[in-house]
């Protein structure tokens, strides 16, 4: 995972620029892989990208009809399993909603998801130690583990202030 960006950027931080950054990364992604980054799925990033916060697929919905005809929530779905198949966004398990990366890290990787309970920003820190550990264990009890997400609620050091 790359350093460079903050876990939680600044509330004065420049947005544009960042949602700018993170759909030229899904292009060389998508690029990569040989993937088509589609209209629609560009939008549905985009419409992640609006903000910091996990939105679910029919708050997606809603930010896309501010801009588009209201589109199906089949073909949301399928642009979001899409972006999420290539490591683009997350699923945050605890609210049922969806979280633009522009992290470089492969879709594998393990991370943990930091989530304020005040302003509801997400960020995300490399956990594959933690992974490692967890899968061990269930390992250790003759389990087989398959999808581990760690998110963890608190408050962000921007709330904190």
């Excluded at 393990?110 to 304020?116: E, S």
């Excluded at 608190?154 to 904190?160: I, Y």
Aim: aromatic residues 4%.
């Amino acid at each position: 995972m790359t350093a460079a960006r903050p876990t939680f950027p600044p509330p004065d931080h420049d947005h544009g620029r960042c949602a700018a950054d993170a759909i030229a990364h899904a292009e060389r992604v998508c690029q990569q892989r040989s993937q088509k980054f589609t209209p629609i799925r560009r939008q549905v990033l985009q419409a992640l990208l609006s903000s910091h916060r996990p939105l679910g697929a029919y708050e997606v919905i809603d930010e896309l009809a501010k801009s588009m005809p209201r589109p199906a929530p089949i073909t949301v779905y399928r642009a979001l399993d899409f972006l999420m198949q290539n490591g683009l966004v997350h699923r945050i398990e605890s609210r049922n909603a969806y979280l633009a990366c522009a992290h470089d890290h492969d879709a594998a990787a393990m991370v943990a998801f930091l989530i304020c309970d005040d302003c509801g920003s997400v960020g995300e820190i490399p956990a594959a130690p933690v992974a490692q550990s967890l899968n061990a264990a269930a390992r250790a009890s003759g389990f087989v583990p398959k999808l581990s997400v760690v998110e963890i609620a608190g408050t962000c050091a921007h709330c904190q202030k």
